[in-house]
């Protein structure tokens, strides 16, 4: 196989995680490239046991568990998810809703593992999704911690809306993040998803960069606004517990 093709194969792998259950031609869309090329390497991939044809939706492609039992094994990942366990936990039990852990991924925050609430209502990300920075809780949080030339590069790029309530505009997320270094968590409402409300707080990997972000997200009738502190607080000590665990704990992010 050339080097080509198996750039082609690998984009088309991100195509299918990124859109699943993914159609032929909206994978040949997103990779730019034919139809009949597209389909040979999903079906190259499909030998390999990546992706399998979804049994629901005629058509259609979805990774499969081999895939995501590859990816979990990423060494970075697994320190990462192992260090937070114990606070996530932790963060879940007292608040009772959804709580989420996340790292960055190019533009976006991919979804290590998530704790669910026991409410019927609840906000749900399944695993590996991946998110715009932008949009979500963890992602903003992220931005905050970040160095910044790497805010300045992300907001190069036009910003797309996920809904209605998102923020694209420079200036206007340049906002969420000034206020979220000042209160030491994100706010973000309904703008990764409708009637949802989530609050991000960013922790610290090795060099004291920023690794990833932890959020607790539920239904904004029971996220008000007079819960963001004690939320918010709450997820400053988990994520201070899981930056002292990857041995990145830092006065500066997670003040006492």
């Not at 994100?186 to 990997?205: D, H, K, P, R, Y």
Request: no cysteine; aromatic share 6%.
């Amino acid at each position: 196989m050339s080097t080509q093709s198996v750039v082609t194969a690998m984009r088309v792998l991100e195509a299918v995680s990124d859109n699943q259950p993914a159609g032929l031609s909206e994978i040949s869309r997103e990779v730019d490239v034919p139809k009949a090329t597209v389909l040979r390497m999903l079906r190259t991939l499909g030998e390999l046991g990546w992706v399998a044809q979804s049994e629901g939706q005629a058509g259609k492609w979805l990774l499969t568990n081999h895939a995501f039992a590859v990816a979990s094994r990423g060494s970075s990942g697994s320190a990462i998810r192992d260090a937070a366990m114990g606070p996530l936990n932790g963060l879940q039990l007292d608040t009772t809703e959804t709580v989420h852990l996340a790292v960055p991924d190019r533009r976006f925050m991919l979804v290590l593992e998530r704790l669910d609430t026991p409410h019927v209502l609840r906000a749900f990300l399944p695993l590996g999704s991946r998110v715009p920075m932008h949009a979500s809780a963890t992602g903003i949080a992220y931005l905050a911690a970040a160095e910044e030339s790497y805010v300045e590069e992300y907001l190069s790029v036009p910003l797309d809306a996920v809904t209605p309530q998102t923020v694209v505009d420079p200036p206007s997320l340049r906002q969420l993040i000034a206020d979220t270094q000042v209160r030491g968590f994100s706010i973000n409402e309904q703008g990764l998803s409708t009637g949802i409300t989530s609050i991000g707080v960013a922790f610290l990997g090795p060099g004291q960069a920023p690794a990833g972000s932890i959020s607790i997200s539920g239904p904004s009738s029971r996220i008000v606004r007079e819960k963001f502190d004690e939320y918010g607080q709450a997820a400053i000590g988990a994520a201070r517990d899981i930056s002292r665990a990857l041995s990145a704990y830092s006065t500066k992010l997670h003040p006492a």
